[in-house]
């Protein structure tokens, strides 16, 4: 059962809307246990908020980050480690922000229509690589610092629940 999403009528900036899911979703996470059903919400929540083009997880399995629950459109299911954006900030355990993604060496165009990229990785307390979320927009040079702040201290809480 989950409880509807409350939002601020009007806010003034990216960090006040983040302040406020961001506590609904852990609380989100607090009351289900089961990961599919969270990370789906998750993006849920995610995508009716900040309604970027394409926002999902990739999940660490088998030495490769494998397609999770998303929203947006169709997308490639494997990536290999240091392949893509995805597969670059993964290795490397650092969120990368690319304005342009036409510039991004070996990035991996799931959709033409997307043109900035930002991926953060889940990287648990003891360091464990889990997977990475990837947030992709139709506009160039779409994510910041305060994207990377909040996502990174939402991607680390799931990171230790998974
Ligand atoms: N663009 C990503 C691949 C995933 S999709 O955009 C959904 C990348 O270069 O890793």
Redesign the pocket.
Known sequence: MAEPLILPTDFNNKSELYNTILPQIFTLWQHEKDIIANLSNTTAILKEVLGHF?I?F?LWKENQLV?GP?Q?TL??TR?SLG???????AEEKKILIVPN?HE?P??????SF?NS?I?VPLINDNQQLKGVL?L?SIHFNEFDEVDALYLQKLCKFIANQI
């Not at 392949?83 to 900030?89: E, Q, W």
């Open positions: 394409w999902g990739y397609l998303f947006g997308a490639c990536i392949k893509g954006v995805c597969g670059k900030a993604v991004f070996g990035h991996i165009a799931c959709s997307s990229e991926v990837d992709d």
